[in-house]
């Protein structure tokens, strides 16, 4: 079995092991993407992971480890660096609109090659930054993966959730001590402990909406 044979392998059982079913395009595209990273990370330095293996495991699965949790048609992530968790939940959710946001001229420029050689119709990047972007429609979802802390992701992007939208927010472990004083509005609805096939470490999602949702 040659190594492309093996990391599809994993990727669809730890797809499964998630909760998600990938289709055998999404499998060759979500493999294109981590090859793309691979070879761009090179010269624009986009992550410390180096091996495809453990790209597949802390980048691809760790990213779909959210993706039971989306709600909603319009997701944005926020601060979306090399496009995680945005590509593969856009790879994922093909019925989905996901915009990438973030302020990196260098970090935009790979995740529109990323757009246009997977030909990623329902993703928009967008270079700004969270505070300043002013779209014309508003979220369902506003995604953040090791993103400052959950008081700066709330502060900095509560103007692009929709009503009745939530925040995800993916953390490694989770003390709770992050839950006290958020942005005023808003509370933490659950705190799930994620399962990621292969990774050791926690993981964590906070989830947290309007308060007057309640």
């Known amino acids: 079995m040659s190594k492309k044979q093996v990391l599809k392998r994993r990727l669809a059982d730890g797809a499964a092991e998630i909760g998600i079913r990938i289709d055998e395009k999404q499998l060759q595209t979500l493999l294109a993407y981590l090859d793309l990273l691979r070879r761009w990370n090179r010269v624009y330095n986009l992550t410390a992971v180096k091996s495809d293996t453990e790209m597949l495991t802390r980048h691809l699965l760790d990213s779909l480890s959210v993706v039971p949790f ?3 048609k319009k997701i944005v992530d926020i601060g979306s660096g090399a496009g995680l968790p945005g590509v593969p939940v856009a790879v994922a959710c ?9 302020s990196g001229a260098k970090r935009c420029r790979f995740l529109r090659q990323v757009q246009a050689e997977l030909n990623m119709q329902n993703v928009t990047v967008v270079q700004q930054r969270a505070e300043e972007y002013r779209p014309a429609e508003k979220f369902d979802n506003l995604l953040s993966r090791a993103f400052s802390t959950l008081q700066d992701f709330i502060a900095c992007s509560k103007h692009l959730l929709a009503e009745g939208g939530q925040l995800l927010a993916m953390k490694g472990a989770w003390s709770g001590e992050e839950a006290t004083d958020l942005p005023s509005g808003f509370i933490i609805k659950s705190v799930v402990k994620l399962t990621v096939p292969g990774l050791p470490e926690q993981r964590h999602l906070v989830i947290c909406e309007q308060s007057d949702q309640m």
């Open 70 to 72: 989306i709600q909603g």
């Open 94 to 102: 093909p019925d989905k609109q996901i915009t990438l946001l973030d």
